[in-house]
């Protein structure tokens, strides 16, 4: 069974920093690129950063690049985002979600359960 | 960046109705376009990947159509579990992009 657990959300004040972790398990790590989205209270979903498989590859939403920085450790299967200089908009739920490609196809496969960053002094 | 608009916004139908939620993309996405479901407190799940095909595990009262710029999600005979928001997706180019969403509720 795929299972990705997200961890290190929190209360941070505006100007801190977290950096959050998702452990991932059930599939090969290793093969996927991974991404955070990331859904602020009751609005939509956007996308926030990827990293490819063996991390040498990464791209940022344009609200957060110079801020975030994505890496993964794949020994331990785990996907990471440190968030630096935080903003009350970074307000949100983060999701860790793999990415299922093919040649004529790419979708978010498996998601996370979130976790909650809340961006307030 | 590619903006994907999605219509309506929210929707009230009842058990047992054919629904018809369309998404439309800014520029031409081919068939890069997927659809995921999300019930309250819940992660997002897939349901349409690359236009018109269904994931595994998903009923097939779902399915999907279009390409290029315009798209349909439809269910044709709404089940309770099926009231939730839904979203498309493109996938054609980076920033992978979402439309803002359409609720589904009950009439």
């Known amino acids: 069974e795929v299972q990705m657990v997200e961890s290190g959300g929190g209360l941070v004040p505006p100007g801190g920093s977290l950096r959050l972790s998702c452990a991932a398990s059930?599939?090969?790590?290793?093969?996927?690129?991974m991404h955070w989205v990331r859904q602020a209270p009751g609005k939509g979903l956007v996308w926030v950063s990827r990293?490819?498989?063996?991390?040498?590859?990464?791209s940022y939403a344009g609200s957060v690049k110079g801020r975030f920085t994505i890496s993964r450790d794949n020994a331990k299967n785990t996907l990471y985002l440190q968030m630096n200089s935080l903003r009350a908009e970074d307000m949100a739920v983060y999701y860790c979600?793999?990415?299922?490609?093919?040649?004529?196809?790419?979708?978010?496969?498996?998601w996370g359960q979130g976790t909650l960053v809340t961006v307030s002094s | 960046d590619i903006q994907m608009t999605q219509s309506p916004s929210s929707l009230s139908a009842s058990v047992g109705d054919r629904v018809t939620i369309t998404c439309r993309a800014s520029?031409?996405?081919?068939?890069?376009l997927n659809w995921y479901q999300q019930k309250p407190g819940k992660a997002p799940k897939v349901l349409i990947y690359?236009?018109?095909n269904l994931q595994s595990g998903v009923p097939s009262r779902f399915s999907g159509s279009g390409s290029g710029t315009d798209f349909t999600l439809t269910i044709s005979s709404l089940q309770p579990e099926d009231f939730a928001t839904y979203y498309c997706?493109?996938?054609?180019?980076?920033?992978?992009?979402f439309g803002q969403g359409t609720k589904l509720e009950i009439k």
């Open positions: 979600v793999s990415l299922y490609s093919t040649t004529w196809s790419e979708y978010f496969q498996h």
């Open positions: 059930g599939f090969t790590f290793i093969s996927y690129w």
């Open positions: 990293i490819n498989p063996d991390g040498s590859s990464t």
């Open positions: 520029q031409s996405i081919s068939s890069y």
């Open positions: 690359a236009a018109s």
């Open positions: 997706q493109q996938s054609y180019s980076t920033p992978p992009t």
